[in-house]
Structures are given as C-alpha cells and as structure tokens.
C-alpha cells in the first residue's frame, strides 16, 4: 500500500495545509499540476470531434463509422473507469498520473500519425483508456487535496479545460488549412505534459482520502449512483454536440474546415459559463442552485441550435448551450464525490464507467438514427437527455436527504 510521507523539503514546495486563504482554499503545487494536466487532456478531448468531422472528408465514411469512433474512445473510458479503484489501491498518485499521461501521448500519436481506419480506431480507444484514466487522477487529486470544497476545485479545474476546449478547434482549424496540416495539434498537450512532469516529478501529491465510515458495507449510497449517472448523462448532452456539431453547421451552409472551427462557439461558452461557476461556488451550497440553472439554459441553447436552418443562429444557439452544459459536469461530479460515504475513489470510477457507457451508447446511437431519418430527427435525443439529468438530479437529492 503507498504511503505519503512528507519531508521539510516537501513542506516548503508543497503547502499542503500551511498558509490556507482566509477562505480555506489554497491553489497549491498538486493544485496547480491537476489544473494543468486536466487541461492537456481536455485539448485532446475537444479537438476529438472536430477531427473526426475533418478525418470523415478525407476518408469518405459514414455517420455509424463516425459513431464507432466515439464508441471506441467511450468504451475505453468504461474500461479505466472499471479498473481505477483497484488500481489506485496499488499505485500512488504520481504514478498513475504520470503513467496515464504517457498513455494518453501515445494514444493521440496513433490516432493522428496515420490516415488509415485501423490505426485511427486504434488510437481513439487509447485515448479513451488512458486519457480517462488521467482524467480520473486528476480529479482524484483535487478531491484528496480540497476534500469539502471539491466543488469549487473541479469548477476552477474546468475554468482550465474550459480555455483549452477554446483553443483546440481553433487551432486543429487553423492547421486544416495551412501547409501543416490538422494532425499537428495533437502534439500540442504531449509538449505541455512533457514541460509539467520536468518541472513537478518530484513534488509528492495528496494520499488518496480516507476509508468508509464504520459500520458502513463498503457499497456505494443510492444518492452517489444518481448523482454519478447524472454526471455520466451530462457528458452525453456535451458529446452528442462535439461530435456531431459540426456535421450540423455543414447542413447549414459552411465548409467542413469553417464548422470545424464555428463548434468553438460551443467551447466559447463552456469556458463563459465555467468562469461564472467558479465565482459562485466560491461559497458553499451553491451547487444545486447552479445545476437547475444549467439545465434550463442548456435546453435553452439547444432549441435554438435544433430549430434553425441559420449558420449564424446555429452558432449563437451552440454558445448559450456550451454555458449552461459548463457546470454539469463539474458539479455533479462533486456531488456524487460528497454523497460516497468517504469511497471517493470507487465513487470517481464508477462515475468515469458510467460516463464510458452513456457516452458510448448515446452519440452511437445519434449516428445510426442520422443515417436513418437525418440528423436534424436524430438530435431529438438530446432533449431526452435533458430531461433525465433533470430526474436523476431530483432522485439524488431526495435519495441524499432521506
């Protein structure tokens, strides 16, 4: 079993208890390293979708095939999600961030490093392992390092994703029409990791957070699963938009490059919304205020988006989706995080082993109802989706206060 000691030495690079702010909150060095690090997978993660509309020009495939690849990346996400906890017991944080990161490098080499349908498939499981892994560890760490105040950890945290979830079309749509080509940007998080593990190998993280309470069975409460699968359908609600966003701009008039980069609307409000979470959840309680709100803007957004032929309101539509979708995750995870009865980490995984399988089976599905009745029916799902975040929400919290 790891066990984390610490050294004067650590004390002095590490503060992780010393010099709190008056508010209790300090961004200390393994604070700092899991902002950074979540946003080089968060790059990745956004500029996924955005390739694959530009891999599907090159290639000529289907919407199905399309869905197969974020099957692939979903499936491995289910699978790091079903191993984490039993992992984790065994590695200590620095190594299971580390290792993963590698993973992740190597992963989005094989998926942009060649044009061919097998090693691009390849690639995106990968990613959906490793990456998910990372993901996990990351938040993990947050989690061991702000305990109560996790909300407003992993809501700063996806301030950072928010940026790169900016960033990344923006510069895969860039590079798709320059000499380079769109491949290039997938080396852009594996520099970035490479400057962090040089700069932070030697700080020692948080150790994992403490056991069950006593007399508890070691199985997770029923508000937990509720609040973990509405993280997992808040992914959905994202990543059926990632994917298929793009697709649905082209329907509206635009070049495949330009709706590339247009779906940074959506990225453009993910990281509007997340800057207005992380200033309200700097007090506490606020989270299932700001989940309802989020909801109801994200059903907004979406209608607009659906409902037009426009480019121009399409993409407005996009923008005020991404900044009530912002917070969804953030905060749900951390409620189903509060509702584990101090089994954070299996709470964390099955969170992630959720989200594989919801994300798997939902944009999937997207695609095969594309390629039946069009995509414009299709996206019928996401209102579906909506609607159960809404119930699973209700459930937990009624679960929670039982």
Not at 72 to 100: E, H, Q, T, Y
Not at 188 to 193: G, K
Not at 260 to 284: D, E, K, Q, W
């Amino acid at each position: 079993m790891y066990r984390y000691t610490r050294t004067r030495a650590d004390a002095a690079d590490v503060p992780l208890s010393s010099g709190p702010r008056p508010d209790g909150f300090t961004r200390d060095a393994p604070t700092v390293l899991a902002y950074a690090t979540l946003g080089c997978f968060t790059f990745w993660l956004y500029a996924f979708g955005p390739a694959l509309a530009l891999l599907r020009a090159e290639l000529h495939f289907s919407y199905t095939l399309l869905g197969v690849y974020s099957v692939l990346w979903s499936g491995g996400a289910a699978l790091a999600g079903a191993g984490f906890a039993p992992v984790s017991r065994r590695l200590s944080r620095s190594v299971l961030l580390w290792s993963s990161a590698a993973a992740t490098a190597a992963g989005a080499g094989l998926f942009a490093l060649d044009s061919g349908l097998v090693p691009t498939l390849l690639g995106a499981g990968v990613l959906g392992v490793a990456g998910t892994t990372l993901l996990t560890a990351t938040q993990a760490v947050l989690s061991d390092r702000h305990g109560a105040r996790r909300d407003r950890a992993l809501t700063e945290a996806n301030v950072v994703a928010g940026a790169c979830a900016v960033v990344a079309p923006l510069v895969l749509g860039a590079l798709a029409v320059g000499a380079a080509g769109w491949r290039i940007a997938f080396a852009v998080p594996a520099v970035v990791l490479a400057v962090l593990f040089l700069r932070y190998r030697g700080r020692p993280l948080p150790p994992p957070a403490g056991r069950p309470a006593a007399g508890r069975s070691g199985r997770l409460p029923l508000a937990c699963w509720l609040f973990a699968a509405l993280t997992a359908v808040a992914t959905a609600i994202e990543f059926c938009l990632v994917y298929f966003g793009t697709e649905v701009l082209v329907g509206t008039g635009l070049s495949t490059a330009t709706a590339a980069t247009a779906l940074g609307s959506n990225y453009l409000g993910l990281l509007v919304g997340r800057i207005g979470g992380a200033a309200l959840t700097r007090r506490p309680g606020r989270s299932v205020p700001l989940l309802y709100a989020s909801l109801a803007v994200t059903a907004a957004g979406f209608a607009l988006f659906w409902l037009t032929a426009g480019p121009a309101v399409a993409v407005l539509g996009l923008f005020v989706c991404g900044t009530g979708i912002a917070n969804l995750y953030p905060l749900a995870l951390a409620l189903a995080l509060g509702a584990a009865g101090g089994q954070e980490d299996r709470a964390n995984a099955r969170t992630q082993l959720l989200g594989g399988l919801v994300t798997a089976t939902a944009p999937f599905l997207l695609g095969r109802l594309a390629d039946g009745h069009g995509l414009t029916a299709a996206f019928a799902l996401e209102p579906v989706l909506i609607g159960t975040a809404l119930l699973l929400l209700l459930g937990g919290l009624r679960a929670r206060n039982a």
